[in-house]
C-alpha cells in the first residue's frame, strides 16, 4: 500500500493515469514542489530543514559556516563595485541570517515557496533583504548556494545488455524502463548501473551565468567528478525522513526529502560553456580550513567547558570526512574578475584550478 500525503498521492495518481507513465524527473518534481502539496512547498508542522526537521544543513551545525562565508565574501566585495549577494535555496535563511550578522551585504534570496519564503522572512526579522521568484539581472557580486542543486529532480539511466534505457514510474508506483527520452550518451556507465541526470542542474548554470554581469558563482553541495559519480552503480538517489535515510522514493511520498549527488563535471563544463572560468573545485573541509575554522575552534579547546567541548564537536561536524568534511564539495565560478589569492581556496588546487580573486576585467 502506497503512504504519503494523501492530496500529492491522489495528485499522482492522477497524473500518472492521464500520461501513463511519468519520468522520474517529473515525479520528484511533483514530489518536491507542486505547488500546494510538495514537500517544499507545503507547510510543515515543523520546518522540514533542522534538528527538529528531516534533515540538517552546515548552517544548522554551527553559526560559524556563515560567519566564515561572511569572511570570504568581504574579500570579493572589495574589487566589487555595488556587490551584491544572491541566494539560491535558502532554505529556512539561516545561512542568511549567520553571514548577515558579520557584514550587512546587499542581500536577495530567490524563492518561489511561499512556504519557504515565510519561514525566511521570519528568520530574517530586522535583517534588510530582498526576496525574488527568478535571478535578478545585471548581478555584480556573488550568486552563491548551499544545498541547491541536490534537491533538483534528475532523470535516472540503466545500461540493460549495453542499451541505456530510462526509468519511469508506473501506475501503482511501480519502477519501469522504457527506450529514454531524451538523447544521452553515457560511455561510462556500467552494465546494470544506474546514473542520476540533472539536466535543471546545467539549465540553472546557464541562467546564473547570463545573470551574473560581475562577480562569482558559489555552490556548497554534496557531489562527485564525473568519474565517481558512474562509479556508484546503484546511483545517488536517497531519501530523508527524521535524519534517517532510505533508497525508496515511492514510500511516505511528499513526507520525505528526496536528494541526489551533483556531478560538478556537468557544472564546470557547462560553466566553461557559458563564460564562466572554473575557478577551483575542493573538500568542504580543505575551504573550511583556509577560511580560518582551525582558528576558532583554538581557543575553544584552552577553555574546556562544556559549551566549549559541545562546539568543537559541532565544528568538526562541518570538517570531519565521514561528516560533511569530504561528503560536500565547494565550486568557485568567476565571470570578468582579474586573478588573485583568496581566502577558502589559497594555494589550493583541484579539478577547476587555483582559485582567484581581485579588480573587475576592463
Given at each position: 500500500?502506497?503512504?504519503?500525503?494523501?492530496?500529492?498521492?491522489?495528485?499522482?495518481?492522477?497524473?500518472?493515469?492521464?500520461?501513463?507513465?511519468?519520468?522520474f524527473?517529473?515525479?520528484m518534481a511533483?514530489?518536491?514542489y507542486?505547488?500546494?502539496?510538495?514537500?517544499y512547498?507545503r507547510?510543515h508542522?515543523?520546518?522540514?530543514?533542522?534538528?527538529?526537521?528531516?534533515f540538517?544543513?552546515?548552517a544548522?551545525?554551527d553559526?560559524?559556516f556563515?560567519?566564515?562565508?561572511?569572511?570570504?565574501?568581504?574579500?570579493m566585495?572589495?574589487?566589487i563595485?555595488?556587490?551584491?549577494?544572491?541566494?539560491?535555496?535558502?532554505?529556512?535563511?539561516?545561512?542568511?541570517?549567520?553571514?548577515?550578522?558579520?557584514?550587512?551585504f546587499?542581500?536577495?534570496?530567490?524563492?518561489?515557496s511561499?512556504?519557504?519564503?515565510?519561514?525566511?522572512?521570519?528568520?530574517?526579522?530586522?535583517?534588510?533583504?530582498?526576496?525574488?521568484?527568478?535571478?535578478?539581472?545585471?548581478?555584480r557580486?556573488?550568486?552563491?548556494?548551499?544545498?541547491?542543486?541536490?534537491?533538483l529532480?534528475?532523470?535516472?539511466f540503466?545500461?540493460?545488455a549495453?542499451?541505456?534505457?530510462?526509468?519511469?514510474?508506473?501506475?501503482?508506483?511501480?519502477?519501469?524502463e522504457?527506450?529514454?527520452?531524451?538523447?544521452?550518451?553515457?560511455?561510462?556507465?556500467?552494465d546494470?548501473?544506474?546514473?542520476?541526470i540533472s539536466?535543471?542542474a546545467?539549465d540553472?548554470?546557464?541562467?546564473?551565468?547570463?545573470?551574473?554581469?560581475v562577480?562569482?558563482?558559489?555552490a556548497?553541495?554534496?557531489?562527485?567528478?564525473?568519474?565517481?559519480?558512474?562509479?556508484?552503480?546503484?546511483?545517488?538517489?536517497?531519501?530523508?525522513?527524521?535524519?534517517?535515510?532510505?533508497?525508496?522514493p515511492y514510500s511516505?511520498?511528499g513526507?520525505?526529502?528526496?536528494t541526489a549527488?551533483v556531478?560538478?563535471s556537468?557544472?564546470?563544463?557547462?560553466?566553461?560553456?557559458?563564460?564562466?572560468r572554473?575557478?577551483a573545485?575542493?573538500?568542504q573541509?580543505?575551504f573550511?580550513?583556509?577560511?580560518?575554522?582551525?582558528?576558532?575552534?583554538?581557543?575553544?579547546?584552552e577553555?574546556g567547558d562544556?559549551a566549549?567541548v559541545?562546539?568543537?564537536q559541532?565544528?568538526?561536524?562541518?570538517?570531519?570526512?565521514?561528516?560533511?568534511?569530504?561528503?560536500?564539495?565547494?565550486?568557485?565560478?568567476s565571470?570578468?574578475?582579474?586573478?588573485?589569492?583568496?581566502?577558502?581556496?589559497?594555494?589550493?588546487?583541484g579539478?577547476?584550478?587555483?582559485?582567484?580573486?581581485?579588480?573587475?576585467e576592463?
Open positions: 500500500m502506497t503512504t504519503g500525503h494523501p492530496a500529492l498521492v491522489a495528485h499522482l495518481e492522477r497524473l500518472i493515469q492521464e500520461r501513463g507513465r511519468l519520468p524527473s517529473t515525479y511533483e514530489v518536491l507542486h505547488p500546494e502539496h510538495g514537500y512547498a507547510e508542522q515543523t520546518n522540514p530543514i533542522g534538528a527538529g526537521g528531516d540538517y544543513t552546515s544548522d551545525v553559526p560559524a556563515g560567519h566564515l562565508l561572511a569572511g570570504l565574501f568581504e574579500e566585495a572589495a574589487g563595485n555595488d556587490f551584491r549577494l544572491v541566494e539560491i535555496g535558502a532554505g529556512k535563511g539561516l545561512l542568511a541570517r549567520h553571514v548577515l550578522e558579520r557584514h550587512p546587499p542581500y536577495t534570496i530567490v524563492e518561489r511561499p512556504a519557504m519564503r515565510r519561514s525566511q522572512t521570519e528568520m530574517l526579522r530586522g535583517f534588510e533583504v530582498d526576496w525574488s521568484e527568478t535571478l535578478p539581472s545585471g548581478i557580486g556573488c550568486v552563491f548556494s548551499n544545498e541547491f542543486f541536490d534537491a529532480p534528475v532523470r535516472r540503466v545500461r540493460r549495453g542499451r541505456i534505457r530510462e526509468i519511469f514510474v508506473a501506475e501503482g508506483f511501480a519502477q519501469i522504457d527506450d529514454p527520452e531524451l538523447s544521452v550518451d553515457l560511455p561510462l556507465l556500467a546494470g548501473g544506474i546514473v542520476d539536466p535543471d546545467t540553472w548554470i546557464r541562467r546564473i551565468a547570463k545573470a551574473i554581469e562577480g562569482f558563482h558559489l556548497i553541495d554534496y557531489g562527485y567528478l564525473r568519474d565517481e559519480m558512474f562509479a556508484r552503480t546503484g546511483g545517488t538517489l536517497m531519501c530523508y525522513r527524521q535524519h534517517r535515510a532510505d533508497a525508496d511516505s511520498i513526507e520525505k526529502d528526496i549527488h556531478n560538478f556537468d557544472i564546470m563544463d557547462i560553466g566553461a560553456e557559458v563564460g564562466f572554473n575557478v573545485y575542493v573538500k573541509m580543505d573550511l580550513i583556509d577560511l580560518g575554522i582551525l582558528d576558532l575552534m583554538a581557543p575553544l579547546v577553555q562544556a566549549s559541545a562546539r568543537i559541532a565544528l568538526k561536524n562541518l570538517l570531519l570526512p565521514p561528516m560533511m568534511g569530504e561528503r560536500f564539495r565547494v565550486l568557485l565560478q565571470k570578468g574578475v582579474v586573478a588573485g589569492a583568496i581566502a577558502g581556496f589559497r594555494g589550493r588546487s579539478a577547476a584550478g587555483n582559485a582567484a580573486i581581485g579588480t573587475v576592463s
